[in-house]
């Protein structure tokens, strides 16, 4: 890793303390589901663009595909942080459940190959 690489555990307590010196303080769970659903659509939007069928619109940036990503992290980051969700531990048995449950599906999709 090099040093500007942080762990899940390192951005969490980043993003609160930015909360709490520079945003007053976190938005009400709800808000945030909200928000959080507006920043996947920004991200769905580009994806579309760039990726998928549709065209940028005249003057329409394409290289905000980091910042979206980035936007979508970060409120859901503010939700794990608010509901008391530790990111490292629910990544980790997440993929420890996907590894169990998927062991074979994958190699046996013939979608996949």
Not at 35 to 49: D, K, Q
Request: net charge negative; glycine share 4%.
């Amino acid at each position: 890793m090099s040093q500007s690489d942080i762990t899940l555990s390192e951005l969490q307590q980043k993003v609160d303390h930015w909360i709490k010196t520079v945003g007053v303080r976190y938005f009400s769970e709800l808000t945030n589901t909200a928000i959080l659903m507006e920043e996947v659509g920004e991200l769905a939007r580009i994806m579309s663009r760039k990726y998928g069928d549709q065209s940028f619109k005249a003057g329409e940036p394409d290289d905000k595909l980091a910042d979206e990503m980035a936007d979508v992290l970060w409120v859901l980051v503010c939700l794990a942080n608010q509901t008391g969700v530790d990111l490292t531990k629910a990544v980790e048995s997440n993929i420890q459940k996907k590894t169990q449950r998927d062991a074979e599906r994958h190699k046996n999709n013939d979608k996949l190959h």
